[in-house]
């Protein structure tokens, strides 16, 4: 069963098409990634879907259909979170504070602290910094703490866009690892990766993105193999 | 999320107690220093209104002091001219403050900080066009003169009583100020001027708070516009037209983001005048050079160099406890 499935998705900046006719399928429990070069529109396509921007054409989610005119923060109720590009993390808030922004959206009476203790057994770098500014942090520790704060919105899809942004490769393995350890518990993602090859691996189905269009589709060992991404993607 | 509350506890305590008894130790018949106070209560209810706008969610404002005349002015019109008493009068204006407010915030929704700047300047030169033109409902240039003092059944308040009045309400928006902003709507302010796109992405509706907290902050001006009313008993535009920078300089020279920096900005601020009746025409200039000075050496403003410092004296206390 399909979590998303997104129909013709136009979407501009002023007069500057960004989506020409965006067709994709979420299939629940899956990880999708979605690679493409600069500027092919893949940051706007998570706008989109997170309802940052305005859209015309159909997002389905769960079987609902979501017009461009429902705000961000029902979305965010519906369980559709983003983890922006470059963490964003609010830098003078403590780590445990920007923790608790994550469960903004939850209604009061609901229990945050046995969600925080699973995170923090996720995580045990931000338990040990919990009280420390989340801007002091490093930035792979600034990546799981955005991932942290996602997880607090309880997310059915998680959108990470480019988590691998400025990372030690080190980093970004236990980054992926975690994206992994996450999708095993339920949770489907869709991830926007510069680092293709990373991306395909943890993936399981896989778009390529051009000029605001989905040029290529498919399981994504297949992609992985395809010669024309290679040549484009994969370094050869 | 408040830390030393027992120490932060003691010095609001003896702050309010120090405001308290001013007017007995100046003496309550000194209309000049009973001033000077009720001017630090208006200056501080403008500075934690502007606090809350700049300091917490980042939205620059250079028209505060036109929400501050058209509190005073509607306070001035309903009571004088409509001869409404004076607690509809100030709900009348707080409402009208509050509508405006909303409207510059409609503004915010689309702009982004420079811009929102000069659309304020822009609504502060129109108000004060408008007042100075509309003569037949403000006075004109020559101003509104012949506001009522406060008088409550029969009882025509001494200008100490006032002052009661005027701390009394400061320090209830103050309360207001502190309860909004350690709730989580004062964070979802916050999470909206560090991280934007991550506030949105957590469900904050980030145009809804941008709006709600213009209407808060002109309410708050509107308040403090009431105050300087009741206590001068007269209004011109160009007082307010000035007033916009002085404000934000006192905002900025305290601290902005933090409780205590408005406060400690008015106080600073709005003693130099006073300080400085010798040079009255270098007054801008100096103002001037403080803004500079704070911002080289201070950026978080004095409350966040003494704060600093004090952190700094501390963990040298630790150091020198662990190293014989």
Known sequence: M?????????AAYGSTKVLNGIDLDIAEGQIITIVGSNGAGKTTLLSCISGLIPYT????????????????????????????????????????????????????????????????????????????????????????????????????????????????????????????????????????????????????????????????????SEIAEDEKVRAAYLGG | MHKTKRETKIVIFVMVFIAAVMPFILGTKNNYFINILISYCYYGIMAM???????????????????????????????????????????????????????????????????????????????????INEGWLTGGANGFVGIKKLTVFGHRFMNYQLYFVALALTLMVALICYRLIYSKTGR????????????????????GYKFLVC??????????????ALNINYLSADIFDKSSILLLTMTVVGGMGSLFGPIIGTLVIGTLPELLRPFAEYLDGIYG????????????????????????????????????
């Open chain 2, 49 to 131: 209104s502007l606090n809350l706008l700049v300091g917490y969610t980042g939205q620059i404002s250079l028209g505060h002091g036109a929400f501050m005349a058209i509190g005073g002015y509607t306070y001035a019109i309903l009571t004088k001219t409509l001869g409404w008493h004076f607690l509809p009068a100030i709900f009348g204006s707080l409402v009208l403050t509050f509508l405006l407010g909303l409207l510059i915030g409609l503004a915010s929704c689309k702009l982004h900080a420079i811009f929102l700047a000069m659309t304020t300047l822009g609504f502060s030169k129109v108000v004060s066009l408008i007042i």
């Open chain 1, 57 to 220: 054409g159909s997002i389905t989610f769960r079987g609902e259909s979501i017009s461009s005119n429902v705000g961000s923060d029902e979305r965010v109720k519906r369980g559709i979170i983003q983890v922006p590009e470059g963490r964003q993390v609010f830098a003078e808030f403590s780590v445990l504070n920007n923790l608790k922004m994550g469960a903004y959206t939850l209604p009061r009476n609901e229990k945050i602290a046995p969600m925080l203790e699973e995170i923090y057994k996720l995580f045990p770098r931000l338990n040990e910094r919990k009280n420390q500014k989340a801007g002091s942090l490093s930035g792979g520790e600034q990546q799981m703490l955005a991932l942290g704060r996602a997880l607090l919105s309880k997310p059915q899809l998680l959108m990470l866009d480019e988590p691998s942004m400025g990372l030690a490769p080190v980093v970004v393995i236990d980054i992926f690892k975690t994206i992994r350890k996450l999708n095993e518990r339920g949770i489907s993602i869709l991830l926007v990766e510069q680092n293709a090859k990373l991306a395909l691996k943890v993936a399981d189905y896989a778009y390529v993105m051009e000029n605001g269009r989905i040029s290529l589709s498919g399981v994504a």
């Open chain 1, 2 to 10: 399909s979590i998303l499935k997104i129909e013709g998705l136009h």
């Open chain 2, 289 to 324: 050079v403080v803004i500079i000075l704070v911002v080289l050496f201070m950026p978080h403003g004095i409350y966040g160099g003494m704060k600093s410092l004090i952190d700094r004296k501390r963990k040298s206390d630790i150091l020198s406890e662990v190293t014989p």
């Open chain 2, 215 to 228: 209407g808060i902050s002109a309410a708050m001006a509107g308040l403090a516009g009431c105050i300087y």
């Open chain 2, 188 to 207: 979802a302010f916050q999470a909206i001027r560090t991280a934007p796109i991550a506030a949105a992405s957590m469900g904050i509706n980030v145009n």
